[in-house]
Structures are given as structure tokens and as C-alpha cells.
């Protein structure tokens, strides 16, 4: 594949992509979304708000933005299951949660027991 240089405006006619800030976006549905991926969990992205400003946001909420509008794109899809477990949890995903919270409760009550213990003696 051949490289070359593209300036601002070819790059927009090209690939429906511009720079701002040294970042390449892309024009994913109404919203310019950096390519710059923030590699956490959830991944965050860089997206041009109101006034031209950058504001950094992460991929769950893109994925609802774009779904809002109908607009579906392969990075931000992966998210859907994500989502939908915030949105409509099943009874088992619930019984999880308290679960997972439960034993979490427990291990800070046991590690203040133990800190505790320590300090009295």
C-alpha cells in the first residue's frame, strides 16, 4: 500500500477523517471520535463536543451515543453486552453483583478486624 502525505482537506475528502491536536478523528455518525484508543477497560476515546472542545469518554457511553442515533461501529459494538448488563441485568447477574458485593463487604470487614487487632496489641 502506498503512503502519502495528505494534508487537512484531502484527508477529510479521503477518509472522512481530520487532525486536531496532532490526533486523527474520525466522523463516526454525527460525532468526531479520536483514534487514539485509551487502552483501559472500559477503553476511553477522545470526542469533539460542543464549542470544538475534546472531551474524553468512555466507550460504553459512545456505544449508546451511537446506538441514540442508529449508527453502529465495530470498536464501539464490542461494548453492547457491556451495556446491556448495566441496563438490563438478568436475576442471576443480580444475585452475582450482591454476591461479589457481599464478599467484598466481608474482606474490609475482616482486614478493619484485623487492623484492629494489630493495633491493640
Do not use: A
Request: a neutral charge; glycine letters at 2%.
Amino acid at each position: 500500500m502506498e503512503s502519502k502525505n495528505l494534508n487537512n482537506d484531502e484527508l477529510n475528502k479521503e477518509c472522512n477523517c481530520k487532525i486536531i491536536k496532532g490526533n486523527e478523528f474520525r466522523l463516526i455518525g454525527k460525532y468526531w471520535i479520536s483514534e487514539l484508543c485509551l487502552e483501559s477497560y472500559p477503553c476511553k476515546h477522545y470526542v469533539e463536543v460542543k464549542n470544538n472542545t475534546l472531551k474524553v469518554i468512555d466507550s460504553p457511553t459512545i456505544f449508546k451515543m451511537l446506538r441514540e442515533e442508529n449508527v453502529y461501529n465495530k470498536h464501539f459494538y464490542k461494548y453492547k453486552e457491556y451495556v446491556r448488563k448495566i441496563e438490563n441485568p438478568t436475576p442471576e447477574e443480580i444475585n452475582e453483583s450482591k454476591l461479589k458485593q457481599l464478599e467484598y463487604e466481608n474482606k474490609i470487614k475482616q482486614q478493619e478486624e484485623l487492623l484492629t487487632s494489630v493495633l491493640l496489641v
